[in-house]
């Protein structure tokens, strides 16, 4: 399945990304004034950082039409190129697609994570949605909007070399007019492959995505230009774990390091950047997207199952319900009463606090400025711009039990490591989607890292001391006691 989604077409996104878009600089002292409180017990936390600085306020959004979104999200044209419609029943015929299921309320038996639409060109294509990194496994089923974990873009740039050999078998097949679009949408691809290549299978390179799309693209017209017209990024691929699309109606600001500001229905459509070549084609895609983002701002987390986990003890999630206010909510905000929403409060965290892995927060290769200066001057940049801070978000926490692997890089496999620092394994290997007792992903620890592994076996060991794929800080749980960190994690299931 996972190599079907990526072969068939890959998917795109650039939901972008340039999302963690940041300027390699030193945080300002003042910044880190923002000091991490390491009581050793657990009080009612008042140390409560309220520079103003460090809140990311409410800006004006769109309103729309969930429906209408989803319809979008389903069959719009958005990302721009595909493979032409007539040879999905080859790929059918050949079993590509195995028995993946479909999308609610769409007729047909095309998997989820693909759309058909009409290009500009006028050729009705098979392309890549949003579906194919934003929709993934909870409790056994697919649920839209839940984190796509399981792609694996290490064969990328073979799957699209192979896919280009194929071409002139289609060529036969297809009137010119088809050919040519599968064309551009192969070449595409196989520009961009090189920019994709994570380290780790699962692990999502959204960001870098971003940055070589926008490399080949003009700013203003919006044309694509085959050599690059600013320097692109590195091909090291700085991991970004996917977030559930739950959290949106929540957040003040989209992505890890809180870049996406102003318009975040404009941002969501910069999955354009890979195929839509032109103004006016992406004025129209524009005005689908206030539909897009009341469409995700519907979404709710999914509800804890006791088929899937037991059930919950309601006097120790009460008591990790203490633990969390007191630990917790200053960064995460409170859960579960009428004003929840108000209550989360919408914060970022520097990163030399927080203590996780720096480099996507601190702009390493890919991610520097002139990303941030191309989206802001571009049409992207008309009604939304990219403003990321040197820190990360707190997420909201709904649904959180449901969201493995953790942390902005996916480096941490469940939440019970998350709350003992001490238990993170520094290589890891995932064994299934679903580890109950520790709510989060099986896995089991590996002695060596990737320099000590000849074979492909090393994509699917996680290492942690690969450039931005560290798992420390957040050490906010390890002063508890073990009984507290149970309790507080039964709490996390009621959220
Ligand atoms: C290639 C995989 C991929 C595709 C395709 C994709 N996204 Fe994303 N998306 C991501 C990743 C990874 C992030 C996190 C990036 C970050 O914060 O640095 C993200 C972040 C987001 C966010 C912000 C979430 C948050 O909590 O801040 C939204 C909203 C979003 N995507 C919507 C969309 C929409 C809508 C589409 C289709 C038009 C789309 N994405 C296509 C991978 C993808
Ligand atoms: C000082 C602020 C702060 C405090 C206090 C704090 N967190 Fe966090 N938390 C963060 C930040 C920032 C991140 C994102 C870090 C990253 O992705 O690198 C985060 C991430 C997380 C995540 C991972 C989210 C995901 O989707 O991967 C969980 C779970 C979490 N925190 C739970 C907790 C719990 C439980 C507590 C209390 C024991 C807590 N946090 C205390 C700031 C805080």
């Not at 896919?163 to 192969?186: C, G, I, N």
């Not at 380290?199 to 693209?217: Q, W, Y």
Request: charged share 20%.
């Amino acid at each position: 399945m996972v190599s079907a989604r990526l072969a068939t077409l890959s998917f795109v996104c650039a939901c972008v990304a340039a999302c963690e878009a940041s300027t390699a600089r030193d945080v300002a002292s003042e910044d880190v004034a923002d000091a991490q409180d390491d009581t050793a017990t657990v009080e009612v936390d008042a140390e409560v950082d309220d520079a103003a600085a460090f809140y990311l306020a409410a800006e004006p959004q769109r309103d729309g039409d969930p429906a209408k979104g989803f319809q979008t999200l389903a069959a719009g044209a958005y990302v721009g190129c595909g493979v032409p419609a007539e040879l999905v029943p080859v790929a059918q015929g050949a079993g590509v697609f195995g028995d993946e299921p479909g999308l609610p309320g769409r007729d047909g038996d095309l998997p989820y994570y693909l759309s058909q639409f009409t290009v500009a060109s006028g050729v009705e294509v098979v392309g890549p949605n949003c579906f194919t990194c934003h929709a993934g496994t909870v409790q056994g089923e697919l649920f839209l909007g839940a984190p796509g974990i399981d792609l694996d873009f290490g064969g990328f740039a073979s799957q699209i070399a192979s896919f280009k050999e194929q071409l002139p078998l289609a060529e036969s097949l297809l009137s010119p007019e088809s050919y040519a679009e599968l064309v551009r949408f192969a070449t595409r691809l196989e520009l961009i492959a090189p920019w994709v290549q994570t380290a780790v299978a699962g692990t999502n390179p959204a960001d870098n995505l971003a940055g070589i799309l926008f490399s080949h693209r003009d700013r203003e017209t919006l044309a694509w230009s085959e050599t690059p017209l600013i320097e692109p990024p590195d091909q090291v691929v700085l991991p970004v774990d996917v977030p559930p699309l739950w959290r949106m109606k929540k957040k003040h600001a989209m992505f890890y390091a809180a870049a996406g500001r102003g318009d975040h229905a404009r941002i969501m459509m910069t999955t354009s950047t890979l195929c839509v070549d032109g103004r006016s084609e992406a004025e129209a895609i524009d005005k689908t997207f206030g539909d897009v983002r009341a469409w995700i701002t519907s979404l709710e987390a999914p509800r804890w199952n006791p088929a899937f986990g037991g059930e919950i003890d309601p006097v120790l999630a009460a008591e990790g319900k203490d633990l969390f206010v007191a630990t917790c909510q200053r960064c995460h905000g409170t859960y579960g009463d009428d004003d929840a929403v108000e209550r989360y409060p919408n914060r970022w965290v520097p990163a030399e606090e927080v203590g996780t892995d720096p480099a996507v927060a601190l702009g390493a290769a890919h991610a520097a400025t002139r990303f941030v200066t191309w989206f802001n001057e571009s049409f992207y940049g008309e009604t939304a711009h990219l403003d990321p801070k040197p820190g990360y978000v707190p997420p909201p926490l709904d649904g959180i039990w449901a969201t493995g692997p953790f942390l902005h890089n996916g480096s941490v496999p469940t939440l019970a490591t998350l709350l003992d620092a001490s238990k993170r394994p520094r290589y890891w290997r995932r064994t299934s989607a679903w580890n109950a007792a520790e709510l989060g992903l099986g896995y089991t620890t590996v002695e060596v890292g990737h320099d000590q592994i000849t074979t492909n076996a090393k994509r699917f060991v996680y290492d942690t001391t690969l450039l931005g794929h560290g798992n420390g800080g957040h050490t906010y749980g390890d002063r508890l006691t073990p009984e507290q960190r149970t309790a507080l994690l039964e709490y996390l299931k009621t959220l």
